[in-house]
C-alpha cells in the first residue's frame, strides 16, 4: 500500500494502521500456522471434515480474503488517493492568488445586457464586452444597475399605457477583467 500525500495525518493513520496490522497478523515470524477449527461438521465415522483448502503439494494455499475490520481499513486506504484531489504546489497556489487578487484589473464603465432566448438579460457577455473595450480578453460582472426605458407614447395625456410601452434595461457598470 503506496499513499503519497502531504498530509501528515493522512501519514500518521497510514503508518497507525500497517503497525496494527503487523501486529494482528503476528507479523509472520515465528508464528506456527494451526489447522483451521473444526465447525462441528463430522463424517458418520465420527471423524472431522476434511479441509477444503489442503493442497497435495508443500506449497501454502492462497490466503482467503478476509472481511475483517483492518482489510476494509486498508481497503479504503488503498482508495484513498484516487478519492482526494490533486494537490498543488505552493507557486501554483499563489500564482492562482495573485491572479484573483490584482487590482488593475477591475473596470468600470457601462455596457447594456443583451437579453438572451430565455428572457433573461446576459450579464456575462456584457461584462466580456466592457473588458475587451479596455483592452482585456473577457470579465466577469462585478456590478450591474438596471433601468426603465420608455417610448414618448407614455407622455401622451390621457392614453393609458401598454405592456409593451416600457422595458427594463440591465447595464454591467463595473467588471473583473482577465487576460
Known sequence: MMVRSGNP???LGTLMSAALLLLLSGG???WTQSAPPSLGLQQQGGQAAPSPSTPASSA???REENPGL???MGKLFDK??????PIKSPSETMNDLSRLATPSTMVSGRV???????????CKQAADQLCQGKGYKEGKSLNADSAEKCSAKVLIP??????????TDTFVTSALCQN
Do not use: F, H, M, T
Open 60 to 62: 501454502a494455499p492462497p
Open 9 to 11: 495525518a493522512v501519514r
Open 112 to 122: 447594456v445586457c443583451p437579453i438572451s432566448s430565455n428572457g433573461a438579460p446576459d
Open 80 to 85: 484513498l488517493p484516487s478519492i482526494l484531489p
Open 28 to 30: 509472520g515470524i515465528g
Open 70 to 72: 483492518i482489510n476494509e
Open 158 to 167: 390621457g392614453r393609458q399605457r401598454k405592456p409593451d410601452d416600457c422595458r
